[in-house]
C-alpha cells in the first residue's frame, strides 16, 4: 500500500457544487473545518502554541480581511463546511510591479471529504476564486500549498497555476539558544541600523536576490524585480517594514543586513512571543566568511527577552543558508509549494 494515502481509496459520488461568498464566517463551523484539515495555518508554531488559540487567531485574521476588502468563499455539503478560502489584493506589490496582484491565503479543504468529491470541491471553489479575480481586474495571484496536500497541488496545476518555489520555514525555541555559538565576530561587526545604511544596503539588495519569487517566474519585469528587495531593505531600515536591522561592517562599511519583525498581533493572540528574521543578504564581495552567520547570530543576540520562538524561512535549494541555520540550533518547522497564476492563461 502507498504510504502516502492517508484518505480511503472509495468511490464518491458526484457532488452538486455551490460555492458561497461568506459575509461573516460562523465561529462553530470554521472551527470545524480547522479541526479537520490536515495542515493548518502557521504550522510552525504548533509546537509552541496551543491549536485552539491559532484557531482563534486565524479566524479573526479572516474577519478582519473580510473589513478590509478580501473576498471569502465557502463550500459546503451535506451542511457542513468542508472547503474555505480568501483572496485579497496584494497592495504593495500591485503598487511596486504596477499591476493588480493578489494572493489566496488561507486555502483550507476538510480532510474528512472522500478523495474524488475532494478534487471537485477544491477545484470549484479556486475556478469561482479565479472568477471573482478576474472580474476586479486582478492580474497575478499567489497560492501556497503544504507538499502533504499533493490532490491540492495536482488540482492548482489543472488550473494552470504553475511552480515556483518550495518555501521552508524554520525555527528556533529561543530558550535553547546556546549563546556560545552566538557570540559576536572579532574581524568584523555586527551592530543595529543607522540612517546612512540606507544606500549602501539599498545597493546590496539591489545585488543579491535570484531565488525569489519574482525572479524565479520571468514573467514579473526582472529589472522591478531587482530594484523590490531594494525597497524592502529600505522600508526596513526606515522602521516601516521591521523593528530592527542587524548589519554587518567591515572597515566601516555596510556589507550586510537582516531584518527582524516581532509577530505582535500574533502574540498577543496565541500568548506566545513570535519573531521573525524576515529579509538577508551579504555583499558579494564578501561573501564565504561566515558574515551570514553571524547576523543571524546577531538576530537572535537581539531577539532574546523579547522572542519565545524565532522564525525564518527561504527557498528549498537554498542549502547554504539553511546550514548555517542548523548550525545555530534552528530546526526544520514547514514547508510550503508557492505557485503563480496568470490571468490569460486558464
Given at each position: 500500500?502507498?504510504?502516502?494515502?492517508?484518505?480511503?481509496?472509495?468511490?464518491?459520488?458526484?457532488?452538486?457544487?455551490?460555492?458561497?461568498?461568506?459575509?461573516?464566517?460562523?465561529?462553530?463551523?470554521?472551527?470545524?473545518?480547522?479541526?479537520?484539515?490536515?495542515?493548518?495555518?502557521?504550522?510552525?508554531?504548533?509546537?509552541?502554541?496551543?491549536?485552539?488559540?491559532?484557531?482563534?487567531?486565524?479566524?479573526?485574521?479572516?474577519?478582519?480581511?473580510?473589513?478590509?476588502?478580501?473576498?471569502?468563499?465557502?463550500?459546503?455539503?451535506?451542511?457542513?463546511?468542508?472547503?474555505?478560502?480568501?483572496?485579497?489584493?496584494?497592495?504593495?506589490?500591485?503598487?511596486?510591479?504596477?499591476?493588480?496582484?493578489?494572493?489566496?491565503?488561507?486555502?483550507?479543504?476538510?480532510?474528512?471529504?472522500?478523495?474524488?468529491?475532494?478534487?471537485?470541491?477544491?477545484?470549484?471553489?479556486?475556478?469561482?476564486?479565479?472568477?471573482?479575480?478576474?472580474?476586479?481586474?486582478?492580474?497575478?495571484?499567489?497560492?501556497?500549498?503544504?507538499p502533504r496536500e499533493y490532490d491540492i497541488i495536482q488540482t492548482c496545476t489543472a488550473l494552470k497555476f504553475d511552480f515556483i518555489d518550495v518555501l521552508v520555514t524554520y525555527a528556533i525555541?529561543?530558550?535553547?539558544?546556546?549563546?556560545?555559538?552566538?557570540?559576536?565576530?572579532?574581524?568584523?561587526?555586527?551592530?543595529?541600523?543607522?540612517?546612512?545604511?540606507?544606500?549602501?544596503?539599498?545597493?546590496?539588495?539591489?545585488?543579491?536576490?535570484?531565488?525569489?519569487?519574482?525572479?524565479?517566474?520571468?514573467?514579473?519585469?526582472?529589472?522591478?524585480?531587482?530594484?523590490?528587495?531594494?525597497?524592502?531593505?529600505?522600508n526596513s531600515l526606515t522602521g516601516v517594514a521591521a523593528d530592527e536591522v542587524i548589519v554587518a561592517e567591515i572597515d566601516g562599511r555596510p556589507i550586510g543586513f537582516t531584518t527582524l519583525?516581532?509577530?505582535?498581533?500574533?502574540?498577543?493572540?496565541?500568548?506566545?512571543?513570535?519573531?521573525?528574521?524576515?529579509?538577508?543578504?551579504?555583499?558579494?564581495?564578501?561573501?564565504?566568511?561566515?558574515?551570514?552567520?553571524?547576523?543571524?547570530?546577531?538576530?537572535?543576540?537581539?531577539?532574546?527577552?523579547?522572542?519565545?520562538?524565532?522564525?525564518?524561512?527561504?527557498?528549498?535549494?537554498?542549502?547554504?543558508?539553511?546550514?548555517?541555520?542548523?548550525?545555530?540550533?534552528?530546526?526544520?518547522?514547514?514547508?510550503?509549494?508557492?505557485?503563480?497564476?496568470?490571468?490569460?492563461?486558464?
Amino acid at each position: 500500500m502507498n504510504g502516502l494515502l492517508r484518505r480511503k481509496d472509495v468511490e464518491a459520488k458526484p457532488v452538486s457544487l455551490r460555492v458561497t461568498e461568506l459575509d461573516e464566517i460562523p465561529d462553530g463551523e470554521f472551527e470545524d473545518l480547522y479541526s479537520a484539515t490536515r495542515v493548518k495555518p502557521h504550522e510552525h508554531l504548533s509546537d509552541w502554541a496551543d491549536e485552539r488559540k491559532l484557531m482563534t487567531y486565524e479566524l479573526s485574521s479572516l474577519q478582519r480581511g473580510l473589513r478590509s476588502g478580501s473576498t471569502v468563499l465557502a463550500v459546503r455539503l451535506s451542511g457542513n463546511l468542508v472547503a474555505l478560502l480568501a483572496v485579497s489584493k496584494l497592495g504593495f506589490d500591485s503598487d511596486f510591479f504596477q499591476f493588480p496582484m493578489g494572493r489566496i491565503s488561507p486555502l483550507m479543504v476538510s480532510d474528512s471529504v472522500p478523495m474524488g468529491q475532494r478534487n471537485e470541491v477544491t477545484k470549484g471553489i479556486l475556478r469561482k476564486a479565479l472568477s471573482k479575480v478576474k472580474r476586479e481586474g486582478i492580474r497575478q495571484v499567489t497560492v501556497r500549498v503544504p507538499p502533504r496536500e499533493y490532490d491540492i497541488i495536482q488540482t492548482c496545476t489543472a488550473l494552470k497555476f504553475d511552480f515556483i518555489d518550495v518555501l521552508v520555514t524554520y525555527a528556533i525555541d529561543m530558550t535553547r539558544v546556546d549563546k556560545e555559538r552566538i557570540s559576536p565576530p572579532k574581524d568584523f561587526v555586527i551592530r543595529t541600523k543607522r540612517s546612512e545604511d540606507i544606500q549602501p544596503l539599498m545597493r546590496v539588495a539591489g545585488d543579491s536576490f535570484v531565488k525569489d519569487r519574482f525572479h524565479s517566474d520571468k514573467r514579473f519585469d526582472q529589472k522591478i524585480a531587482d530594484r523590490f528587495h531594494s525597497k524592502w531593505i529600505e522600508n526596513s531600515l526606515t522602521g516601516v517594514a521591521a523593528d530592527e536591522v542587524i548589519v554587518a561592517e567591515i572597515d566601516g562599511r555596510p556589507i550586510g543586513f537582516t531584518t527582524l519583525k516581532i509577530n505582535r498581533e500574533l502574540s498577543d493572540a496565541i500568548g506566545i512571543r513570535s519573531c521573525s528574521m524576515i529579509l538577508s543578504a551579504v555583499d558579494s564581495s564578501v561573501r564565504g566568511r561566515g558574515i551570514y552567520r553571524h547576523m543571524i547570530a546577531g538576530g537572535l543576540r537581539w531577539f532574546m527577552g523579547k522572542s519565545d520562538v524565532t522564525d525564518l524561512g527561504t527557498q528549498i535549494d537554498n542549502l547554504a543558508v539553511q546550514r548555517a541555520w542548523c548550525g545555530l540550533g534552528f530546526k526544520p518547522a514547514s514547508h510550503m509549494v508557492t505557485m503563480h497564476w496568470w490571468d490569460g492563461q486558464s
